[in-house]
């Protein structure tokens, strides 16, 4: 399964692509930068967790977007070129992973 972990995409990102996932990115990162004032000023448990919760339903749909680029062009190329078994197992354990 390592031959199926490339160093970049088959199909390379669109400059567009790239700056969704980017924007996306940098939005969480402020997010994130704001739970850490909450801790310093000692804000409510309640509303620190809330935020928190907010960050990784943020960080899944990032997660799934990278996920669905990767199965729409990079699995696709590989069941396409007779490697799609190994493809799809690689895809699978991925998920797995990120879905726990």
Do not use: W
């Amino acid at each position: 399964m390592d031959e199926f972990l490339h160093d970049h995409p088959i199909t390379p990102r669109t400059d567009a692509e790239k700056q969704q996932v980017v924007n996306r990115l940098k939005r969480i990162e402020g997010q994130v930068r704001g739970i850490q004032k909450m801790v310093e000023e000692d804000r409510y448990c309640v509303d620190i967790l809330v935020q928190i919760s907010a960050i990784n339903a943020a960080l899944k749909k990032v997660g799934f977007t990278v996920a669905e680029r990767h199965a729409k062009h990079c699995v696709s190329h590989a069941v396409k070129s007779g490697e799609g078994e190994e493809a799809i197992e690689e895809l699978l354990q991925v998920m797995k992973q990120f879905s726990k």
